[in-house]
T-cell receptor
């Protein structure tokens, strides 16, 4: 498909385990974002990749969270030693141009930490 | 960094009435202000945006206004319909390698 693809769509894990969430952006989009949406809450910025620039990690809530983007395309968000408060929907978005332009969101990965 | 405040958090209107959602931003350098709509269980989607070189933009029943001096912008929906029921997010960003920052959202319910 031509949209932003995220996997897994649902992930249930036990407290203390590590999880990896994957995002495949729209081909040719240089900007990639990760946001977190807790139940009934807003879109909390986590991290932003733009081309070959150093990522903006200012939104990552703790050092348990990290993300990488390989080859300027696929991105992986890793949460180590998961906690119950990490339970949320993790949304990935991409856009064609740097910073200004429509963001296309994926369906999200729903993470539940037991 | 940029901070975006959005009000109200919930809004109920009768079908056919107008709805207004207001946002303020903190960084006077911000120059791009989009609005996203998220229907229940779905992904957010862009519905309208405005850049700082204009004060108002309209698209059918939806309009956005921007007051740069006061650092606030608003979404106006006229003749509301049940399908307008959703969560609406405002956002702001400035030139340079900076991310889009969202408000906390407004849950709009249109009552038939």
């Amino acid at each position: 498909g031509a949209g932003v693809s995220q996997s897994p769509s649902n992930k249930v894990t036990e407290k203390g385990k590590d999880v990896e969430l994957r995002c495949d952006p729209i081909s040719g989009h240089t900007a990639l974002y990760w946001y977190r949406q807790s139940l009934g809450q807003g879109l909390e910025f986590l991290i932003y990749f733009q081309g070959n620039s150093a990522p903006d990690k200012s939104g990552l809530p703790s050092d348990r969270f990290s993300a990488e983007r390989t080859g300027g395309s696929v991105s992986t968000l890793t949460i180590q030693r998961t906690q119950q408060e990490d339970s949320a929907v993790y949304l990935c978005a991409s856009s064609k141009n740097r910073q200004v332009g429509e963001l296309f969101f994926g369906e999200g990965s729903r993470l539940t930490v037991l | 960094g940029e901070n975006v405040e959005q009000h109200p958090s919930t809004l109920s209107v009768q079908e056919g009435d107008s709805a207004v959602i207001k946002c303020t931003y903190s960084d006077s350098a911000s120059n791009y202000f989009p609005w996203y709509k998220q229907e229940l269980g779905k992904r957010p989607q862009l519905i309208i945006d405005i850049r700082s070189n204009v004060g108002e933009k309209k698209d059918q029943r939806i309009a956005v206004t921007l007051n740069k001096t006061a650092k606030h912008f608003s979404l106006h929906i006229t003749e509301t319909q049940p399908e307008d029921s959703a969560v609406y997010f405002c956002a702001a960003t400035k030139p340079g390698n900076t991310p889009l920052v969202f408000g906390k959202g407004t849950r709009l319910s249109v009552i038939a």
